[in-house]
């Protein structure tokens, strides 16, 4: 079992930055890719960008060259460094880890989810 806390959500100017943290707790001596999706009002939950655990890493094409995926394996964090942004990046944020670490961008891959955390981004 694994816990996930995300933070560093919050309201921002188009064209600004935000970085988002998800810590792990639990069963973090296991290795695993770690996820980030996002949920739209309105909208399916979708891929944002996904780290294997060797730091492989793969994004969504909406927000490739903006967003950078990390993680910091003492730490059990991983962060998504979000440059940028847009007014269609408003969303709840979900980090997930993937015990299998595949690095996949299907929800299904993911075992343990986050309970999120806002980002919004104003015009």
């Known amino acids: 079992q694994v816990q996930l806390v995300e933070s560093g959500g919050g309201l921002v100017q188009a064209g600004g930055s935000l970085r988002l943290s998800c810590a792990a707790s639990?069963?973090?001596?296991?290795?695993?890719?770690m996820g980030w999706f996002r949920q739209a009002p309105g909208k399916e939950r979708e891929f944002v960008a996904t780290i294997r655990s060797g730091g492989n890493t793969y994004y969504a094409d909406s927000v490739k060259g903006r967003f950078t995926i990390s993680r910091d394996n003492a730490k059990n964090t991983v962060y998504l460094q979000m440059n940028s942004l847009k007014p269609e990046d408003t969303a709840v944020y979900y980090c997930?880890?993937?015990?299998?670490?595949?690095?996949?961008?299907?929800?299904?891959?993911?075992?343990?989810w986050g309970q999120g955390t806002q980002v919004t981004v104003s015009s």
């Open positions: 639990g069963r973090t001596d296991r290795t695993y890719a």
């Open positions: 997930a880890a993937d015990p299998a670490d595949w690095g996949s961008s299907r929800r299904v891959k993911y075992d343990w």
